[in-house]
Every structure is written in structure tokens, then in C-alpha cells.
């Protein structure tokens, strides 16, 4: 029996062209400019250190980070400093107004029926945690924290292609892989947690990259549908 759904986000739930045109950008435009606000924060020393190991840039400066930021950012490389800087930025954008999320229009209906059906409803991303926050917070069907049981992400599971990020969310839920279903657009994430024991549902849109899901049953829209069945 499936107890919990744990969703991805860009590409499932999402317009992956809403984090490349909208998103991306944002963070793009704003991130020398945080570093420099935030310069004596906790989370700005995090994301200097663990920028400079991941490039191997030991000395490098405020500036170089920022460089190397930005290029992360045109080459989409889901590195976990990248994405807590692009968190933080994000929080504030939609906070202040400037972001509204997005989703595909089946999504807030499907996860409003999944929850009031006694399905949990998690989200492993390689946003982080606080990006995912903002992102359920702002949507253009409002805030729809409160339909979700809790978030993962680079830092609290790991890569979404490696079977260990999915046994550690098994964990950190409480229940087996067999009792988990995970819904992705992208095969490789889809192959792992398969790997996992787990379930697995990947959602092909036609707008959407990836077409050939594999072997994993496919769905085209989350309308009407139930993980359980
Ligand atoms: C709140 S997620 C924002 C998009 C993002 O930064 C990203 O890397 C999307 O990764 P996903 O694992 O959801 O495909
Ligand atoms: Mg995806």
C-alpha cells in the first residue's frame, strides 16, 4: 500500500521554461549583489566555502565566487551553494512581490485530493528547502504549504540520480520503498529510486523535454489520476 507521493518539481509539477526564463535569470541578475548584502551572514560564508571546494578555487574572492555562480547558473549544474544563494534570492523575490511560481493547472487540484485522501505529499527537489518553501507559498492558486508534509533536497538527501538520496528519504519518512511513490519527468531520477524499492510514476507533458520515460508507468496529466491505484 502506498502511504506517501513524493513529487519533483521542474518538469512535473512545473514549467522547467518557468525556472529557465523567470528563475535563472533572477538569480542571475542578483546574486554578486547578495553575497556583497550578506557578506558577514552564516549562509554567505556556507556558500563561499562551499563553492571554492567544488571548483577547486581555494582562494578564490567574493567576485570569482560570483563568477562561478553565474556560470553554474547558464550551464544548470545542481550544485547545493548554487542553490541555497538562489533560495535565499528567490525567498526575497517573492516576498517582496516580484515571483509568482507556477504550476500546471492539474497540480493544486490533484494534491488538494491526494491530501484529503490520506496520501502525504512531499517534494525532493534540487531547489532547496527554502526555495521549495517560496515556491508552494507564491503559486497562482496561492499558498499551498499546507498541503505538504515535508521537503528534500541536495542538502538533506543527496543527488536526485543516486539510489542512497531515496533510502535516506525513506528514513527520514519512516516508511519502506515499497510504501513510496516518486513522480518525476526525468528517467535517470525515475531509474533511481526504481533502484530504491520504491514506486514510480514518471509524468510526461508535451511540453516537457524528456518523452521516453523507460520502463516506469507514465501519466501525461495528474488530473484525475490517484498514485495509489
Ligand atoms: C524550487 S526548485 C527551483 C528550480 C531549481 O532550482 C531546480 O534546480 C529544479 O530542480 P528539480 O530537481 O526540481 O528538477
Ligand atoms: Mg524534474
Redesign the pocket.
Known amino acids: 500500500m502506498i502511504s506517501a507521493a513524493v513529487i519533483?518539481?521542474?518538469?512535473?509539477v512545473a514549467a522547467t521554461d518557468h525556472?529557465h526564463r523567470v528563475?535563472f535569470p533572477y538569480s542571475r541578475e542578483r546574486i554578486g549583489d547578495w553575497l556583497a548584502e550578506h557578506r558577514d551572514t552564516a549562509v554567505v560564508a556556507e556558500v563561499l566555502a562551499q563553492t571554492r571546494d567544488l571548483a577547486g578555487r581555494p582562494d578564490a574572492g567574493e567576485t570569482e565566487v560570483a563568477e562561478i555562480l553565474r556560470r553554474w547558473i547558464d550551464e544548470?549544474v545542481?550544485a547545493a551553494p548554487l542553490?541555497t544563494a538562489?533560495?535565499e534570492i528567490?525567498r526575497a523575490g517573492y516576498a517582496s512581490g516580484e515571483l509568482v511560481s507556477h504550476l500546471y493547472p492539474d497540480v493544486p487540484g490533484a494534491l488538494r485530493s491526494w491530501v484529503d485522501g490520506g496520501l502525504a505529499v512531499y517534494v525532493?527537489?534540487?531547489?532547496?528547502v527554502e526555495?521549495?518553501r517560496?515556491?508552494f507559498a507564491h503559486t497562482p492558486y496561492g499558498d499551498l504549504t499546507g498541503l505538504l508534509s515535508g521537503h528534500f533536497d541536495l542538502t538533506n538527501a543527496g543527488g536526485?540520480r543516486e539510489a542512497s538520496s531515496y533510502r535516506r528519504i525513506a528514513e527520514a519518512v519512516g516508511l519502506p520503498g515499497e510504501r513510496l511513490v516518486f513522480l518525476s519527468d526525468?528517467p535517470a531520477e525515475l531509474d533511481a529510486a526504481a533502484e530504491a524499492g520504491w514506486h514510480t510514476i514518471g509524468v510526461r507533458r508535451p511540453e516537457e523535454r524528456f518523452q521516453d520515460l523507460g520502463r516506469h508507468r507514465v501519466v501525461e496529466s495528474l488530473h484525475g489520476f490517484d498514485p495509489r491505484r
Not at 8 to 12: L, Q
Not at 124 to 128: E, Q
Open positions: 519533483d518539481i521542474e518538469g512535473t525556472v528563475l544548470d545542481k542553490k538562489q533560495g528567490w525532493y527537489s534540487s531547489g532547496s526555495a521549495q517560496g515556491w536526485k526525468i
